[in-house]
């Protein structure tokens, strides 16, 4: 009895230090495990079902007319993740994208949103800092995708340095068409009716419709179309309408990975081969995004994809472009600081450091790493040999290989600036670009025409509103204006 009762007195505190345990014990409400600063708290605990992913402060998106199909979870590198606090996972430049990283050039689809990690309801993403979600097993092969219970750890997202990378300049959704309220395809055929019905054509008519929708908004129009008055809405637009113009109306009215492979089809098979365009589709677009492009490739074309890439190119350059195109890279957000060194060694081993150059490993590091880890890599490689990743492909490589390898390294590092370049190059010069300049501003108008503004303006010393005006004319002009938002 004398040994008893002082457990009566001891057996409470242990109510006391039992709960603190949910700190360290990764199947506790609140995260997996919880890291200071990685992931935020969470009022009722993990994960809130209802309205799927909550808006966090900064977070992606909560305006009206976003993109519906995604809770709150598009697109995965532009800016949907929460804002980390200090010693969470680095910082990562905007974009990636698909038409966003956008899915995809920005317009998106229920495809992409079943391979989206931010649906409605869904577990913590695979390759948070926080680590896999319970019941998940990380990726085997990945050094540090499967780290220790221990925010300390290295190479774990609340413990490793952070890597600086180009600021994220994404806030909330960046593309400069939001949904129009209300909107009825059946409504909005009778407008496209009646201005192309009679003598002449209403063009103005035509430039605030699809000039004011999104691209889910438009692309009903055509079966609306047919159903309303047994005509083709192509066919129509194509008689009413011309140059470049008409090629700017078809483009917005045809399904994001339908334009995609249809420009595919016409860098391949035109004269000569579009070799950028192919490098500016394949290393912009998701997964399944280029799963469905290849889908579509192969039901419209009656060939695949990579045959008609095998087919036109050749060596190392073919090489990369059939990479690109299977849609097999990495997707998951989680960098490790260790495994980006190590690659970005095997770059210096297989280009500066060595007579000749081995492209095939730049290729299965540029094709098959995740875009957040491709940054890290790009960091760690100046850091370590003081040259700029590119500098070095140019000084190694040559031809198309080199714009190639080039061109997805700009597309990965910074996907904004790119797209200003592309736009700046299509209009610079004698002559206008108008295949790609129309490419651009439809496929970037939905995911990150802002941040590509924002840049234009900085590196040109113009808008690109004013670009777009100097360079073009009459109602292409006007449509391109609306996919640009406006001047800055």
């Avoid at 230090?17 to 890291?35: D, H, I, L, R, S």
């Avoid at 900085?458 to 009459?474: E, P, V």
């Avoid at 391109?480 to 938002?485: N, T, Y």
Wanted: aromatic share 8%; charged share 20%.
């Amino acid at each position: 009895m004398s040994g008893y009762p002082p457990q009566a007195g001891g057996y409470p505190p242990q109510a006391g230090g039992y709960p603190p345990q949910a700190g360290g014990y990764p199947p506790q409400a609140g995260g997996y495990p919880p890291q200071p600063g990685a992931y935020p708290p969470q009022a009722g605990g993990y994960p809130p079902q209802a309205g799927g992913y909550p808006p966090q402060a900064g977070g992606y998106p909560t305006q009206a007319g976003g993109f519906p199909p995604q809770a709150g979870g598009y697109p995965p590198q532009a800016g949907g993740y929460p804002p980390q606090q200090a010693g969470g996972y680095p910082s990562i430049p905007p974009a990636q994208g698909g038409w966003g990283g956008a899915p995809v050039g920005g317009m998106v689809n229920m495809t992409y949103y079943l391979f989206s990690p931010f649906q409605p309801g869904g577990g913590m993403p695979q390759g948070y800092p926080g680590g896999p979600a319970p019941g998940q097993q990380p990726m085997p092969g990945y050094p540090g995708g499967a780290p220790a219970p221990n925010p300390s750890m290295p190479g774990y997202g609340g413990g490793a340095p952070a890597i600086p990378h180009s600021p994220a300049i994404n806030r909330g959704y960046r593309g400069a068409i939001k949904d129009h309220p209300g909107a009825d395809p059946l409504r909005d055929v009778e407008v496209l009716r009646k201005a192309m019905k009679g003598f002449g054509t209403d063009e103005s008519a035509i430039i605030e419709l699809l000039g004011s929708r999104t691209s889910k908004q438009r692309v009903p129009m055509v079966a609306a179309y047919k159903t309303t008055y047994g005509k083709d809405l192509f066919h129509d637009l194509k008689s009413e309408l011309t140059g470049s113009f008409e090629k700017l109306a078809i483009a917005m009215l045809q399904t994001p990975a339908k334009f995609d492979a249809s420009e595919l089809k016409e860098a391949i098979s035109g004269a000569g081969t579009d070799e950028a365009c192919l490098i500016e589709i394949l290393s912009s677009r998701s997964n399944a995004e280029i799963r469905e492009i290849n889908q579509i490739y192969k039901h419209e074309y009656g060939k695949t994809l990579e045959d008609s890439i095998s087919n036109d190119t050749s060596g190392h350059f073919r090489r990369l472009l059939v990479s690109l195109c299977q849609g097999n890279r990495d997707e998951r957000e989680q960098v490790d600081t260790n495994m980006a060194k190590q690659d970005a060694q095997k770059l210096y081993a297989a280009g500066e450091n060595k007579v000749g150059t081995d492209e095939s490993q730049f290729n299965a590091i540029l094709c098959a790493r995740s875009k957040p880890h491709l940054r890290a890599v790009f960091h760690e490689y100046q850091q370590m040999c003081g040259r700029d990743i590119v500098k070095s492909i140019c000084r190694e490589m040559s031809g198309d290989v080199e714009d190639g390898m080039v061109a997805v390294v700009k597309c990965i590092r910074n996907t904004p600036e790119y797209f200003a370049e592309r736009l700046h190059k299509a209009m610079a010069g004698a002559g206008t670009k108008d295949r790609t300049l129309i490419r651009v501003m439809v496929t970037r108008s939905e995911v990150d025409m802002l941040d590509i503004r924002q840049v234009y303006q900085q590196t040109y010393g113009k808008s690109l509103y004013t670009a777009i005006s100097g360079d073009t004319s009459g109602d292409y002009k006007k449509m391109l204006l609306k996919l640009c938002g406006g001047s800055d």
